[in-house]
């Protein structure tokens, strides 16, 4: 059915409208307010010793994280995929959990089993400290990243089916042969594009990790938090630098998922 120009005109016009002003305008605001006194301004606040900190503990959150996710991701998938087994519709179920629990719920449950009075409250006894420190922050982005790589890389097996597989197996490859050969080289676009999601959330958490750090700056701020921190202290070009910082991220994740996603199709 064809659609008269007029009515066309007037959906683009509402949807641009709409991106504009939930999107574009108030990026465009936070970079005008990060650069308006200047490239040095904005230098000056991002080479500070708490934003390097920051930075730094960002990304190596994300670098324990992604690793972790990716290979239980894998593995989860290629049994929800491949596996026949009772219970495959709770595994499904919990794989989907960190998209309906609320990050901030998420903290609150590390904190109910890791904290002091916890159930696990003896490992903080014996010395090793989960909650408002590094090991807590790392285990709330893992359960709010969690779903990606399952859920990016399922719907891929189910496309290409285990043909290959089966072939592979009646001319001698073991397992792991016929995974490393066959199986990771037909799901490397789908398991790209999920880590590059896994990427993004990790580096843009903020509910679950606000509840389990301390937040004390240079030791357990992540980026996310020294924007807020920032923000309530009134230091607003500083916010607005480490939040620039953090879209520069999100940037990059952008272009890489575009990127993924086209190589994917064409696959």
């Given at each position: 059915?064809k659609?008269?120009?007029?009515?066309?005109?007037a959906?683009?016009?509402?949807?641009l409208?709409?991106?504009?002003?939930?999107?574009?305008?108030?990026?465009?605001?936070?970079?005008?307010?990060t650069?308006?006194?200047?490239?040095?301004?904005?230098?000056?606040?991002?080479?500070?010793?708490?934003?390097?900190?920051?930075?730094?503990l960002?990304?190596?959150?994300?670098?324990?994280?992604?690793?972790?996710?990716?290979?239980?991701?894998?593995?989860?998938a290629?049994?929800?995929?491949?596996?026949r087994?009772?219970?495959?519709?709770?595994v499904?179920?919990?794989?989907?959990?960190?998209?309906?629990?609320?990050?901030v719920?998420?903290?609150?449950?590390?904190?109910?089993?890791?904290?002091t009075d916890?159930?696990?409250?003896?490992?903080?006894?014996?010395?090793?400290?989960?909650?408002?420190?590094?090991?807590?922050?790392?285990?709330?982005?893992?359960?709010?990243?969690?779903?990606?790589?399952?859920?990016?890389?399922?719907?891929?097996?189910?496309?290409?089916?285990?043909e290959?597989?089966?072939?592979?197996?009646?001319?001698?490859?073991?397992r792991?042969?016929?995974?490393w050969?066959?199986?990771?080289?037909?799901?490397?676009?789908?398991l790209?594009?999920?880590?590059?999601l896994?990427i993004?959330?990790?580096?843009?958490?903020?509910?679950?990790?606000?509840?389990?750090?301390?937040?004390?700056?240079?030791?357990?701020?992540?980026?996310?938090?020294l924007?807020?921190?920032?923000?309530?202290?009134?230091?607003?070009?500083?916010s607005y630098?480490a939040?620039?910082?953090?879209?520069?991220?999100?940037l990059?994740?952008?272009?890489?998922?575009?990127?993924f996603?086209?190589?994917?199709?064409?696959?």
């Amino acid at each position: 059915m064809k659609v008269d120009r007029g009515p066309r005109i007037a959906l683009r016009t509402v949807a641009l409208v709409y991106l504009g002003l939930l999107l574009v305008l108030p990026v465009g605001l936070i970079l005008y307010r990060t650069f308006e006194d200047g490239i040095g301004a904005f230098w000056d606040q991002i080479s500070t010793p708490a934003s390097i900190s920051a930075i730094s503990l960002t990304l190596e959150i994300v670098a324990i994280v992604v690793p972790l996710n990716v290979v239980f991701g894998v593995f989860v998938a290629l049994a929800l995929v491949r596996g026949r087994f009772r219970g495959r519709g709770i595994v499904q179920a919990i794989v989907d959990l960190p998209f309906a629990v609320s990050p901030v719920i998420v903290g609150v449950s590390l904190i109910l089993l890791w904290g002091t009075d916890g159930w696990f409250g003896g490992v903080a006894d014996a010395g090793f400290q989960i909650i408002f420190s590094l090991p807590g922050m790392v285990l709330a982005t893992i359960f709010v990243t969690l779903p990606f790589v399952v859920r990016e890389v399922e719907p891929v097996l189910h496309e290409i089916g285990n043909e290959q597989e089966q072939a592979a197996s009646t001319l001698g490859a073991d397992r792991w042969q016929t995974f490393w050969r066959i199986t990771l080289p037909s799901i490397r676009w789908g398991l790209a594009y999920g880590i590059v999601l896994t990427i993004a959330r990790a580096l843009g958490e903020f509910g679950a990790v606000s509840v389990v750090s301390a937040g004390a700056s240079g030791e357990s701020e992540t980026l996310t938090l020294l924007v807020a921190n920032r923000f309530e202290d009134l230091n607003l070009p500083g916010s607005y630098a480490a939040a620039t910082v953090l879209m520069g991220f999100a940037l990059v994740a952008l272009i890489l998922m575009s990127l993924f996603e086209y190589r994917s199709k064409r696959a």
